[in-house]
């Protein structure tokens, strides 16, 4: 069992940056592949970054790569995501997911290949 715990949302003018973080209870959490999600009102939700058990390997959405850095120290079993040059379509609230063990590259942007879910933080661009 995992209970993940984000924070550092907030709001923020259009081209700033945030850092949120997740820091995630028990012992094996250097064992979970983890990821960010974001969900906008009316949308479905959907993937943001994620990052491998030993932080070696990286994913982005396209709509984020080059802005976001996904990070983890597994010593603090905490998980950052870096969000730079924000913009206000980045408005969501933001969900950090937890996978135990790898995860399939061709599925490691889909909700369903995570078993464990923080209560969100929303993040607020304005324009």
């Known amino acids: 069992q995992v209970q993940l715990v984000e924070s550092g949302g907030g709001l923020v003018q259009a081209g700033g940056s945030l850092r949120l973080s997740c820091a995630a209870s028990?012992?094996?959490?250097?064992?979970?592949?983890m990821g960010w999600f974001r969900q906008a009102p009316g949308k479905e939700r959907e993937f943001v970054a994620a990052i491998t058990w030993s932080g070696g390997s990286t994913h982005y959405a396209d709509s984020v790569k080059g802005r976001f850095t996904i990070s983890r120290d597994n010593a603090k079993n905490t998980v950052y995501l870096q969000m730079n040059s924000l913009k206000p379509e980045d408005t969501a609230v933001y969900y950090c997911a937890a996978a135990f063990g790898v995860v399939a590259i061709a599925t490691i942007g889909l909700p369903r290949s995570y078993e464990y879910w923080g209560q969100g933080t929303q993040v607020t661009v304005s324009s």
């Open positions: 028990g012992r094996t959490f250097s064992s979970y592949t």
